[in-house]
């Protein structure tokens, strides 16, 4: 049986492979997440080593046959796996199919639709984003994620050709343009010096400058506060220390002179040595003599 001597066989099963496993994490809802959700669905069931019985490569073998019930067995699994990944509209729709190749067909009939109004809003999405309260690793990742879903809807020429080349550097060169354009200003200076580079570095090679760039920002607004701490407290022992070196040249007592000697100028009111000035009797009040 092929489920017990060839593991690279579309119809082995392996013991982790169950009807309610869900392969992506996320739902094929309607015709705007179709091309993200089937092509996660292509990665998963391509790992499975499953895509024969989608692609139509895997047939039903006649009833009787020594394989027939093990293609059963693969056909519902792969089908459960689809269904478990439908919005419950989509679901009630497929729910009497037969094989997964036929559902496959038809969701791809019906969803796969590339049109203008989708390329319009990813390009207006695009160019629209900025970092904003973002870390450099989220705002890269919700733009790169825009980036996949255009690249897949629009192929690019995917040539050896002198043309085809030049036109990939071109969309490298705008993307970089792009992640730029959308930096907080507090970015301004390595956004200069980037654009001065050449040759101009890769998005990914950017990415990682900027995020080292994050890091020293980062290190820096903790380090400040703790410096000034330090600085503040070496004032402050500096001015003890002078005022411990002071001698007072009419009381000798330390810490401060002649000019500010209490003994002299008068006690502050605060001070337990102080006496409030005479100010004589109040009026109304006879002197008793």
């Known amino acids: 049986m092929a489920n017990n001597c060839n593991f690279n066989d579309p119809l082995y099963i392996h013991p982790s492979d169950t009807s ?25 069931l391509r790992a499975k080593k499953k895509i024969a019985l989608i692609d139509g490569s895997c047939c039903r073998p006649p009833v009787g046959s020594q394989t027939s019930l093990q293609w059963e067995r693969c056909n519902a699994l792969v089908l459960s796996w689809i269904m478990n990944m439908a919005s419950k509209e989509i679901f009630g729709g497929i729910i009497y199919a037969s094989d997964a190749s036929s559902v496959w067909t038809d969701l791809k009939e019906r969803f796969d639709k590339i049109n203008g ?24 990742c919700k733009l790169k994620q825009l980036w996949d879903e255009y690249s897949a809807l629009v192929i690019l020429p995917s040539c050896e050709c002198d043309t085809a080349r030049k ?13 730029l354009m959308g930096l907080n200003d507090s970015y301004m200076n390595i956004r200069s010096q980037i654009l001065m580079m050449s040759p101009l570095p890769t998005v990914g090679q ?9 890091s020293h920002k980062a290190l820096s607004s903790v380090e400040a506060p703790i410096a000034a701490f330090y600085t503040n407290q070496t004032r402050v022992g500096s001015s003890m220390k002078e005022k411990v070196n002071l001698i007072c040249d ?3 007592w330390n810490g401060h002179t002649k000019e500010n000697c209490y003994k002299l100028v008068g ?8 006496k ?5 009797p109040k009026k109304g009040c006879t002197k008793i003599m």
Request: proline share 3%; glycine share 4%.
């Open 250 to 252: 009419h009381c000798s």
């Open 20 to 44: 309610s496993i869900n392969l992506v994490n996320d739902q094929l809802i309607r015709v705007e997440n179709y091309g993200i959700w089937s092509r996660a669905m292509l990665i998963a």
């Open 167 to 179: 036109y990939l550097e071109h969309e490298q060169q705008q993307r970089l343009l792009q992640f």
């Open 267 to 274: 006690y502050p009111p605060w001070h337990k040595l102080y």
């Open 206 to 214: 950017t990415f990682s400058l900027l995020s080292q760039e994050e």
């Open 117 to 140: 109004s989708r390329i319009f809003s990813l390009h207006r999405e695009i160019g629209r984003l900025t970092q904003g309260n973002s870390t450099i690793s989220t705002y890269y």
């Open 276 to 280: 409030a000035p005479n100010k004589g």
